[in-house]
T-cell receptor, first 113, second 116 residues
Framework: GQQVMQIPQYQHVQEGEDFTTYCNSS?????IQWYKQRPGGHPVFLIQ?????EVKKQKRLTFQFGEAKKNSSLHITATQTTDVGTYFC?????????????FGSGTQLTVLP | EAGVAQSPRYKIIEKRQSVAFWCNPI?????LYWYQQILGQGPKLLIQ????????DSQLPKDRFSAERLKGVDSTLKIQPAKLEDSAVYLC??????????????FGEGSRLTVL
């Protein structure tokens, strides 16, 4: 079945440093989504990328979808303590009539003040 | 707009006991998912409903897990008998049905299960 892998598993940064997490799929994706889960919280949708090579920005967050639509990245510029949490990528798993998301293992970000 | 409601938030049981979790999705959302999230891992899909029908339950351990979505709104997930490895957060998510792709999932706060 489809596998979605993320690296690194953990990342500790000083406040103000940049952060990047990478997502790789074993299959070509029609789209990719990113979610953020704060400690003790639930996953919250951040963004969806659909086009090959697409780049989207949300303030200090930059999301990229690879040209082959098999990888993606999330880059945070000048991290803040509010960025703490686990970032998941998720790709659709199209199985018959089912449309589901397969989540990666996540990257847990710690921001040291 | 009200979000996805789940209860209970926390549950502690002993192994071999049973437990049930309840979910009320966002009004009008046709698709409902139950995910299991073990500490340190990403959410893993257990079952997907479209209205009141099961679309995919291939990853549901059917010898001990069951789920239903009567009338296509609320859903319950039951574990009987529970095992130690069932300790996890059970997340319910909903989305409006889209023919072309999955679209955004809206998650509830989750139900944290501890099996002793």
């Amino acid at each position: 079945g489809q596998q979605v892998m993320q690296i690194p598993q953990y990342q500790h940064v000083q406040e103000g440093e940049d952060f990047t997490t990478y997502c790789n799929s074993s299959t070509t994706l029609s789209n990719i989504q990113w979610y953020k889960q704060r400690p003790g919280g639930h996953p919250v949708f951040l963004i969806q990328l659909v086009k090959s090579g697409e780049v989207k920005k949300q303030k200090r967050l930059t999301f990229q979808f690879g040209e082959a639509k098999k990888n993606s990245s999330l880059h945070i510029t000048a991290t803040q303590t509010t960025d703490v949490g686990t970032y998941f990528c998720a790709g659709p798993n199209l199985s018959g009539s089912a449309r589901q998301l397969t989540f990666g293992s996540g990257t847990q970000l710690t921001v040291l003040p | 707009e009200a979000g996805v409601a789940q209860s209970p938030r926390y549950k502690i049981i002993e192994k071999r006991q049973s437990v049930a979790f309840w979910c009320n999705p966002i009004s009008g959302h046709a698709t409902l998912y139950w995910y299991q999230q073990i500490l340190g891992q990403g959410p893993k899909l257990l079952i997907q409903f479209q209205n009141n029908g099961v679309v995919d339950d291939s990853q549901l351990p059917k010898d001990r897990f069951s789920a239903e979505r009567l009338k296509g709104v609320d859903s319950t997930l039951k574990i009987q008998p529970a095992k130690l490895e069932d300790s996890a957060v059970y997340l319910c998510a909903s989305s409006p049905w889209r023919r072309s792709n999955t679209g955004e999932l809206f998650f509830g706060e989750g139900s944290r299960l501890t099996v002793l």
